[in-house]
């Protein structure tokens, strides 16, 4: 196979990834909303959630990929601090305001946060959005707005929690690309996870704002939990990291716009929401999106977005 064939298989291959990333982390509100119905909080199911992840994947980085390197030093801090500050705050805004508004209404409001990340990419890292994300973002976003445009119970408190999480996410997605692509996956993903369960842990202790904490009641909410904790974790994250060490961040952000159409058609499935004529246009703009973005991005010569940075080349 020529080197050419092998860079668009490469590509696509890093768009299909982040769109299964976000297929799996589409169904999170579904799990999370079984254990609030459990007798769970957001910060109960956080601490569970991490408190469960964490050691189940390093387990598996122990048995699977002994032979890797662990990171010392600047970049061990780093990719610990992503997890304990990045992924611990963005999870505690987007499941805080699950709990205050509707699901599909939170996916949309967050999933501004592909402008903010091929933006902040632009000035952190110097990767120039090409005319063609720009129309991509522009499209995805007007597709998302259309898909959940009918969901009402916004409140202010809600709305800002959410918009704090897409920022909060938008740094962490795009300064974990200059540091994660030196380490394989796993390991990298192993030491973001534990950040954010001692990040958990220590709003635990902490408790700021008299912050409270309420575990699932029985063993069908801590299924949910569990169900989080893996598929809603562990697989999505380590989904998204590759698909940026393919494509880079930016492009990653964009395809992974694709979660709201997930959320929605979760909904649609199991929570009796009815489908309209907005939410389907809708949907067939993201999807759209996604395929004139994975047709872009393999048509791109070697001097891409994932060349500018190392070796290469993460959500609620």
Same mark, same amino acid.
């Given at each position: 196979m020529s080197s050419s064939n092998t860079r668009v298989n490469? @590509?696509?291959?890093?768009? %299909?990834?982040?769109?299964?990333?976000?297929?799996?982390? $589409?169904v999170n509100p579904f +799990?999370?909303?079984?254990? +609030?119905?459990?007798? %769970?909080?957001?910060?109960?199911?956080?601490?569970?959630?991490?408190?469960?992840?964490?050691?189940?994947?390093?387990?598996? @980085?122990?048995?699977?990929?002994?032979? %890797?390197?662990?990171?010392? $030093?600047?970049?061990?801090v780093e990719i610990f601090l992503f997890g304990?500050?990045?992924? !611990?705050?963005?999870?505690?805004f987007y499941f805080g305001a699950i709990e205050r508004m509707d699901s599909g209404l939170v996916?949309?409001?967050?999933?501004?946060?592909?402008?903010?990340?091929?933006?902040?990419?632009?000035?952190?890292?110097?990767? @120039?959005?090409?005319?063609?994300? $720009? +129309?991509?973002?522009t499209a995805t976003v007007a597709g998302v707005a259309l898909a959940a445009g009918e969901v009402t119970g916004a409140e202010t !408190?809600?709305?800002?929690?959410?918009?704090?999480?897409?920022?909060?996410?938008?740094?962490?997605?795009?300064?974990?690309?200059?540091?994660?692509?030196?380490?394989?996956?796993?390991?990298?993903?192993?030491?973001?996870?534990?950040?954010?369960?001692?990040?958990?842990l220590t709003l635990w202790v902490i408790r700021p704002f008299n912050m409270q904490v309420q575990f699932p009641e029985s063993s069908h909410g801590w299924a949910n939990v569990a169900i989080v904790a893996t598929v809603g974790t562990i697989l999505p994250m380590g989904?998204? +990291?590759?698909?940026?060490?393919?494509?880079?961040?930016?492009?990653?952000?964009?395809?992974?716009?694709?979660?709201?159409?997930?959320?929605?058609?979760?909904?649609?499935?199991?929570?009796?929401?009815r489908l309209t004529t907005r939410s389907t246009v809708g949907a067939i703009l993201v999807i759209g999106a996604v395929v004139l973005l994975t047709v872009s991005e393999a048509r791109r010569d070697v001097g891409s977005l994932t060349n500018a940075t190392p070796g290469g080349a993460a959500h609620n």
């Open positions: 490469h @590509r696509v291959m890093g768009i %299909a990834l982040a769109v299964l990333s976000c297929s799996l982390y $589409g +799990f999370s909303v079984n254990a +609030f119905d459990d007798g %769970a909080n957001s910060r109960g199911l956080m601490i569970a959630r991490f408190l469960i992840a964490a050691p189940l994947l390093l387990a598996y @980085r122990l048995l699977a990929v002994r032979g %890797a390197k662990w990171p010392q $030093g600047r970049d061990l304990y500050l990045g992924f !611990t705050f963005q999870s505690f996916s949309v409001i967050f999933y501004c946060f592909p402008i903010m990340a091929v933006l902040v990419s632009w000035w952190l890292l110097r990767h @120039r959005p090409s005319k063609v994300i $720009g +129309f991509c973002l !408190t809600g709305v800002a929690l959410t918009l704090a999480g897409a920022l909060t996410y938008t740094f962490y997605v795009v300064l974990s690309s200059r540091v994660m692509p030196k380490y394989d996956g796993i390991t990298g993903l192993t030491i973001i996870l534990f950040g954010a369960m001692f990040g958990w989904l998204f +990291f590759a698909a940026m060490k393919r494509v880079g961040p930016g492009p990653t952000s964009v395809a992974s716009t694709f979660e709201p159409v997930v959320t929605i058609a979760v909904g649609i499935a199991f929570l009796d929401e």
